[in-house]
């Protein structure tokens, strides 16, 4: 479980984030929705460390990770696996290589065991036998499913992903979200995507925290997000058609079942 306590961040007298507290919890997926520019990815670097806040704190169950001694933050970031927006994958380095890297640095590991390792999150993203094959020979999908594999390479107790979906196409989107959901389900990991792609919230979103101008307004389910009373949350969610069109079935059904009971 990791939880935020009142995080403030602001760049050249800009705030970008306003008092952010909340809980993300332990095996599930938890959304950080919000449209570009609203702090969801400097939140985001705010709690592995990458950013520090200019008020709050962050802790990693029950420690406490901001400002505290540089060995127990180190301790904390060899549990952090991350996924990031583009893949970030060394185009100079092999699929096992790229997997390896951080095996390299963060565990003490004999080579052999290194190789175990690397196969067996192949394996578990679904591409066996791509251990030689370059980043330039792989699809969008490949690639994120590489970033993931070595994300969990150091058996990671948190695993943080930016965007995973950017510019894939819907298929290939949904089975990154599901892949995503089903390591931190079975590894009993704390997830934290950082998203606006609605079908995320709707297919994987266990807790979701939406994010406006830098403040939370609010905090829940996707069962709940779609029955609001918060005016700027909404307007995200039916922004297209699509959206609007599923409210209104959902509603008609509701009245349909509220007039036969």
Same mark, same amino acid.
Not at 179 to 204: K, R
């Given at each position: 479980?990791?939880?935020?306590?009142?995080?403030?961040?602001?760049?050249?007298?800009?705030?970008? %984030?306003?008092?952010?507290?909340?809980?993300?919890?332990?095996?599930? !997926? +938890? =959304?950080?929705?919000?449209?570009?520019? !609203?702090?969801?990815? #400097?939140?985001?670097?705010?709690?592995?460390? %990458?950013?520090?806040?200019?008020? &709050?704190?962050?802790?990693?169950?029950?420690?406490?990770?901001? +400002?505290?001694?540089?060995?127990?933050?180190?301790?904390?970031?060899?549990?952090?696996?991350? %996924?990031?927006?583009?893949?970030?994958?060394?185009?100079?380095? !092999?699929?096992?290589?790229?997997?390896?890297?951080? =095996? *390299? $640095?963060?565990?003490? $590991?004999?080579?052999?065991?290194?190789?175990?390792?690397?196969?067996?999150?192949? @394996?578990?993203? &679904?591409?066996?036998?791509?251990? @030689?094959?370059?980043?330039?020979?792989?699809? &969008?999908?490949?690639?994120?499913?590489?970033?993931?594999?070595?994300?969990?390479?150091?058996?990671?107790?948190? %695993?943080?992903?930016?965007?995973?979906?950017?510019?894939?196409?819907?298929?290939?989107?949904? *089975?990154?979200?599901?892949?995503?959901?089903?390591?931190?389900?079975?590894?009993?990991?704390?997830?934290?995507?950082?998203?606006?792609?609605?079908?995320? #919230?709707?297919?994987?979103?266990?807790?979701?925290?939406?994010?406006?101008?830098?403040?939370?307004?609010?905090?829940?389910?996707?069962?709940?997000?779609?029955?609001?009373?918060?005016?700027?949350?909404?307007?995200?969610?039916?922004?297209?058609?699509?959206?609007?069109?599923? @409210?209104?079935?959902?509603?008609?059904?509701?009245?349909?079942?509220?007039?036969?009971?």
């Amino acid at each position: 479980m990791i939880e935020i306590h009142n995080i403030h961040k602001s760049f050249n007298g800009k705030k970008v %984030l306003d008092g952010v507290s909340g809980v993300f919890e332990t095996g599930k !997926t +938890n =959304l950080l929705l919000g449209a570009s520019g !609203t702090g969801k990815s #400097v939140l985001l670097k705010c709690i592995v460390g %990458l950013v520090k806040p200019d008020l &709050g704190s962050v802790t990693f169950d029950g420690t406490y990770f901001t +400002n505290n001694k540089l060995d127990i933050r180190q301790e904390i970031r060899r549990k952090i696996g991350m %996924l990031f927006q583009g893949s970030a994958l060394f185009d100079s380095m !092999t699929v096992e290589e790229n997997i390896e890297f951080p =095996l *390299k $640095m963060l565990a003490d $590991m004999p080579r052999d065991e290194r190789k175990d390792r690397v196969n067996f999150c192949l @394996k578990r993203v &679904g591409l066996e036998n791509a251990n @030689k094959k370059m980043p330039s020979e792989l699809s &969008g999908g490949m690639k994120k499913r590489v970033g993931i594999a070595r994300a969990i390479a150091p058996n990671c107790t948190y %695993l943080f992903c930016d965007e995973p979906n950017s510019g894939l196409d819907p298929l290939t989107a949904i *089975k990154i979200d599901e892949l995503i959901a089903e390591i931190t389900e079975e590894y009993g990991i704390t997830t934290i995507i950082v998203t606006h792609d609605m079908n995320s #919230v709707i297919e994987i979103g266990d807790k979701i925290m939406f994010l406006y101008q830098g403040k939370k307004l609010w905090e829940g389910t996707n069962d709940e997000i779609m029955d609001t009373d918060v005016p700027k949350l909404n307007e995200f969610i039916f922004a297209n058609r699509l959206m609007r069109d599923a @409210k209104k079935v959902d509603d008609d059904e509701e009245n349909e079942r509220l007039l036969q009971g």
